[in-house]
């Protein structure tokens, strides 16, 4: 089945500095990678995705890049916020096989911005 | 605002209760899913609804008994939980688990916390 790593398990920055996490998955074919954002005793929360047709996605201060030979990908986060706290999910979606359409989650990140 | 309703927000239950978490979503989406999460842990699968027909069973113990009444309800019935089953249990729902718009996005709802006494 798929694996998903997601390193580093905590990251902390200074307010206005860059954040980036990264996960690796072991399955080819999967060919859907979300990232969610969940805050304390709060939903998931998807702040951006990238399929597999795609290198790389925008918006706003957010970006996700992907490379599929490497089955790697990244988020990368600009001019971090207080409010950006929060634990950081990536994920990988399974595309054959009896768990057609299953999420595998990394195991997250908790990423902490001071002031 | 959430667009994927769960009810109870938080349940207490005694480990012979039977009692059941309820989950709807309006926005036409043929995929919902349960997930058990744990403190400071990803979401794990438990189940998934395709088109209102059980697709994915993750091995999950038969004292969860999920159930699809139609394509915008989904229920999760329990009965003798045990201590460990403890955690926040979501639901999300997909635009579809195949085909060209499957690729779509998981939207969770705030879920139920669950506490087994």
């Known amino acids: 089945g798929e694996n998903v790593e997601q390193h580093p398990s905590t990251l902390s920055v200074q307010e206005g500095d860059s954040a980036v996490i990264k996960c690796t998955y072991s399955d080819s074919a999967s060919n859907y990678f979300p990232w969610y954002k969940q805050e304390l005793g709060k939903r998931p929360q998807l702040i951006i995705d990238?399929?597999?047709?795609?290198g790389e996605k925008k918006d706003q201060r957010i970006a996700v890049t992907l490379n599929k030979t490497a089955k790697h990908f990244s988020l990368h986060i600009t001019e971090t916020q207080p409010e950006d706290s929060a634990v950081y999910f990536c994920a990988a979606r399974h595309a054959g096989g009896t768990s057609y359409g299953k999420l595998t989650f990394g195991q997250g990140t908790i990423l902490t911005v001071h002031p | 605002d959430t667009e994927v309703t769960q009810t109870p927000k938080h349940l207490v239950m005694g480990m012979t209760n039977k009692k059941s978490l309820k989950c709807e979503q309006h926005?036409?989406?043929?995929?919902m899913y349960w997930y058990k999460q744990k403190a400071k842990k990803p979401p794990e699968l438990m189940f998934v609804y395709s088109y209102e027909k059980l697709s994915i069973n993750e091995s999950v113990p038969s004292r969860f008994s999920p159930e699809c009444p139609n394509s915008s309800l989904l229920n999760l019935h329990l009965h003798a939980l045990q201590p460990e089953d403890s955690a926040l249990y979501l639901c999300?729902?997909?635009?579809?688990?195949?085909?060209?718009?499957?690729?779509?996005?998981?939207?969770f709802g705030d879920g139920t916390r669950l506490s087994i006494l």
């Open positions: 990238i399929r597999s047709n795609v």
């Open positions: 926005m036409g989406h043929r995929a």
């Open positions: 999300a729902s997909s635009q579809d688990v195949r085909g060209p718009t499957s690729n779509q996005p998981q939207h």
